[in-house]
């Protein structure tokens, strides 16, 4: 590995990266992209082992740009510095793909703890309040996503989400003539994040983001992914799916809630008003959809009500534990003193 000169980050060769993930492993492996597979892996930083996640960028993205352009842009991202992004600290450039390096003690992406494990809707909040956060700080900085999918939110240690798609970002609203894909090529696992506007030759806009955010949303509330070949051709697409089931009647929720998230104290209540804030994301007319920080300022008192009410609930079972607690001692108190006055 060196660090090159002019540069902040550090290029790492394909050894150093196989060394990491013990050749590209499959059990390092916590998530696929657009672009390519997500690897944890550790690398020697400053002299000690340090938890890295390292991105696969592959295919028609990297004809949009040369190396060297390439390798300016990964800088002028790694600059950037937001407690809900990755920081960036190493690159590596090989024959027909790039890796990108940042650091992390990652346990999973939100896509894998949907489908694979079991995630508390209020975990499922904080998480998406995180993404969020780092998506307005993007927009703000004249910052889009090529693609933003739930697969692009990573979860620590602590189990919150941060972003670690900036890799393929791009700046302002960049035209993608340079990596348009056929028919034929199209990429499944961004199929339900497509926006109904959506041209290869088109720019990529913010609006393009904020829609992606209201398919994840859907996809917290359902525990589904945004599209699936396996599901009945009505139901393959989540959105089309949930406005068709539920066409804003409240009382068809429960149809298309997952169910592990079923009896969950205001879960329901909650869960509706995200609905209504997917609906608004995902408004086919690109000039309805609300601008990142308008959904921020949204989904925060959501996220917030739905955390009380998790505090609440997990307080009440305390007490609710601490008092069988007391009983089942009172209750062997009063049995040890009945058998000390039949000994008597």
């Known amino acids: 590995m060196e660090q090159s000169p002019g540069h902040n980050l550090i290029q790492f060769t394909l050894s150093d990266l196989e060394k990491a993930t013990k050749g590209f492993k499959s059990s390092y492996k916590i998530g696929e992209g657009d672009f390519g597979a997500f690897y944890r892996g550790t690398i020697k930083l400053s002299g000690k082992r340090t938890p890295v996640l390292i991105q696969q960028i592959q295919g028609h993205v990297l004809k949009a740009k040369s190396d060297h352009s390439w390798v300016k842009e990964l800088n002028t991202i790694a600059a950037m510095k937001h407690q809900n992004l990755l920081n960036l600290v190493g690159y590596c450039l090989s024959e027909g793909v790039i890796f ?31 993404a969020a956060r780092a998506l307005e700080y993007f927009h703000e900085h004249q910052i889009v996503l090529r693609s933003f999918k739930s697969s692009s939110i990573v979860i620590d240690e602590n189990l ?3 972003l ?9 609203e960049t035209e993608m003539q340079n990596c348009t ?24 806009k913010s ?9 994840i949303l859907l996809e917290i509330i359902t525990g589904k992914p945004a599209f699936d070949v396996n599901r009945p051709k009505n139901e393959r697409n989540l959105v089309e799916w949930v406005k068709s089931s539920v066409s804003g009647d409240e009382t068809k929720l429960a149809q298309i809630m997952d169910p592990n998230l079923k009896g969950t104290p205001g879960c329901e209540n909650s869960a509706m008003r995200v609905l209504t ?22 989904l925060a008192p959501i996220v ?38 039949h000994a008597l």
């Open 181 to 204: 894909q056929s028919a034929g090529q199209l990429d499944w696992n961004f199929m339900g994040y497509t926006t109904p506007e959506v041209d290869p030759l088109n720019k990529i």
């Open 207 to 215: 609006t393009d983001n904020v829609y992606s955010f209201g398919v």
């Open 100 to 130: 990108v390096v940042g650091e992390c003690i990652c346990i999973g992406c939100l896509s894998h703890f949907l489908s694979e494990l079991s995630l508390s809707w209020v975990k499922r909040l904080i998480i998406l309040k995180s």
């Open 304 to 341: 917030e009500e739905s955390k009380k009410i998790h505090n609440e609930s997990v307080a009440m079972e305390r007490q609710a534990d601490d008092l069988i607690l007391c009983t089942g001692v009172a209750e062997a108190i009063g049995h040890l003193l009945s058998a000390l006055v």
């Open 277 to 298: 804030l997917s609906g608004k994301c995902t408004e086919e007319d690109p000039k309805k959809r609300p601008s990142m920080s308008q959904v921020l300022k949204e």
């Open 164 to 172: 670690f798609d900036q890799a393929v970002a791009t700046f302002t």
């Open 160 to 162: 919150k989400g941060k």
